[in-house]
């Protein structure tokens, strides 16, 4: 069962966005491709850190926001509360639409999830984008055996890496970031 996050952390994370917005988060989502109307899904959105740049950036599009816990769902509505192009999901696999979208991102959600899980996640992720949609994630370096994994799974669908850089992220260390493109 998912650990619904302490006052505690949501708190925590709360200050991380405010000192930290423009240099992780928004950094993260000015390099995702997007031109505006594209239908994205913020996998694993948290309190909607990264969702909350992205979500500018789509004027004409649509943002998804998704996650597995409850609490972090209701904390991502409060913190986008003044955008009308936004759904929120809770997590109950499968609920994604084949071919629906144009843009999959995840920003440190990948390495938190299972082995087991992983290869399933990632099938229904992929398969919810549509031909030439993108799939961009941030997951943190030190995670060796989990960034490896990923890679593997993406790369077993099909997926072509377009882009790949490691940033360094305050207070949480070198990130791997990689865009890839589902042809
Ligand atoms: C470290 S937080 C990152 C949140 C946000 N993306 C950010 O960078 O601020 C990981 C998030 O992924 C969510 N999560 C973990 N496993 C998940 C799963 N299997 N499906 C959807 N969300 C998941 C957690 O509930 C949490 O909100």
């Known amino acids: 069962m998912q650990k619904e996050p302490a006052c505690l952390e949501i708190l925590?994370?709360?200050?991380?966005?405010?000192?930290?917005?423009?240099?992780?988060?928004?950094?993260f989502a000015d390099r995702l491709p997007l031109k505006g109307w594209e239908h994205v899904l913020d996998f694993g959105c948290g309190m909607g850190t990264v969702a909350y740049?992205?979500?500018?950036?789509?004027?004409?599009?649509?943002?998804?926001?998704?996650?597995?816990?409850?609490?972090?769902?209701?904390?991502?509505?409060?913190?986008?509360?003044?955008?009308?192009?936004?759904?929120?999901?809770?997590?109950?696999?499968?609920?994604?639409?084949?071919?629906?979208?144009?843009?999959?991102?995840?920003?440190?959600?990948?390495?938190?999830?299972?082995?087991?899980?992983?290869?399933?996640?990632?099938?229904?992720?992929?398969?919810?984008l549509k031909p030439g949609?993108?799939?961009?994630?941030?997951?943190?370096?030190?995670?060796?055996?989990?960034?490896?994994l990923i890679k593997l799974l993406v790369e077993q669908k099909g997926l072509i890496l377009k882009d790949s850089r490691i940033t360094d992220i305050p207070m949480m260390g070198n990130a791997l970031e990689s865009i890839y493109i589902k042809e």
Do not use: M
């Open 133 to 148: 949609g993108i799939l961009a994630f941030r997951e943190p370096l030190n995670e060796t055996e989990k960034i490896s």
């Open 12 to 27: 925590l994370t709360k200050i991380a966005f405010i000192l930290y917005g423009k240099s992780v988060y928004k950094d």
């Open 53 to 128: 740049y992205a979500a500018k950036k789509l004027p004409l599009g649509h943002l998804t926001c998704l996650d597995i816990s409850e609490r972090w769902l209701k904390t991502c509505r409060k913190t986008l509360r003044r955008y009308g192009n936004i759904n929120y999901l809770l997590w109950k696999s499968p609920v994604l639409n084949k071919k629906s979208l144009d843009v999959v991102y995840c920003h440190f959600v990948l390495h938190d999830i299972s082995h087991g899980e992983l290869e399933k996640v990632i099938q229904l992720l992929v398969e919810s």
